[in-house]
């Protein structure tokens, strides 16, 4: 194991950060790399084909059927399944491709498909409507071998939010209970950005009810409202979960990875780590790798 986990970015020399790859052709070229542990600065979305892998997501697996849709936000830890047999395609675009409004912001963070907040991690699909969805991966291909001009962009946008829209679509067909648009929601978005930013920093609930100018009671409301949790709650188990991270994916010592989330005393971050997980981080180590 490394001291850190690998983060893969878009390439760098890519004007349109929009692309659609094979996932035989991928699996192949980088095998010992999606094996292993990573995390990426762009969004995925996988379409399976003929394959059933099993893709472990932040320590949770996932169990794929054939024809359907996985939507990985950036950031997020995942690994492939060891034997590789992946068959379909996989979209890849960055926040700054897709955002260019304040609109396109919303629209991404507070998506159905992205966002952990949704219990359902695929969109089961029969075949005729899963080619509806790999063509638009093919006109995006298309319009990607052609010269470059003053509507490509657009184009290429378009398409991507296309897809998007039909798959919120599908998604909501298949019983998904809709996250009540209004302020709760808004305010706890915004609490979960800033969390994601500044985790290792700020690790109280007032720190964010300053940020955002509401009370603690009012955030209280908000994220009790749409995820059942408290705002300590939700700093807590976003800090566990980069905790757990580095515990399971590198050989970073106790004391490194309290340091880097932000614990200046490792008895500290031991303490706790153990009340809320009921072992040490040593003990959760260990009990990882004995499963």
Do not use: W
Request: hydrophobic content about 35%; some cysteine.
């Amino acid at each position: 194991m490394a001291d850190e986990i690998k983060k893969l970015k878009f390439k760098n020399n890519t004007d349109l950060q929009i692309e659609v790859v094979s996932l035989q052709n991928l699996t192949n070229a980088k095998k010992e790399l999606l094996v292993n542990p990573h995390r990426t600065n762009f969004y995925q979305i996988f379409l399976f084909e003929n394959c059933q892998p099993t893709h472990l997501v932040d320590f949770e697996p996932i169990k794929i059927e054939p024809y359907s849709l996985l939507f990985i936000n950036k950031d997020r830890v995942h690994q492939f399944d060891q034997l590789l047999n992946y068959d379909g395609k996989l979209i890849v675009f960055t926040e700054d491709f897709f955002c260019k409004t304040e609109t396109d912001i919303k629209f991404l963070r507070s998506s159905i498909l992205f966002n952990d907040l949704a219990d359902q991690p695929t969109i089961k699909l029969n075949k005729s409507d899963f080619e509806k969805y790999i063509n638009i991966c093919e006109n995006i291909t298309e319009e990607l071998l052609l010269p470059a001009d003053n509507s490509q962009y657009t184009l290429l946008k378009n398409l991507l939010h296309n897809f998007l829209l039909l798959a919120e679509r599908e998604k909501r067909k298949q019983g998904f209970t809709e996250l009540k648009k209004g302020a709760d929601l808004d305010y706890t978005l915004l609490f979960r950005d800033l969390l994601e930013t500044n985790y290792t920093k700020l690790k109280v609930v007032s720190d964010y009810t300053k940020l955002i100018c509401i009370s603690e009671k009012r955030l209280g409301q908000s994220t009790s409202k749409i995820l059942g949790k408290s705002p300590k709650e939700i700093i807590n188990e976003r800090i566990l979960l980069e905790a757990k991270r580095f515990l399971v994916h590198t050989n970073l010592s106790i004391k490194e990875i309290g340091q880097k989330l932000g614990f200046e005393d490792p008895a500290y971050f031991v303490r706790y780590f153990k009340r809320n997980t009921k072992t040490t981080p040593v003990e959760f180590r260990e009990m990882y790798f004995k499963k």
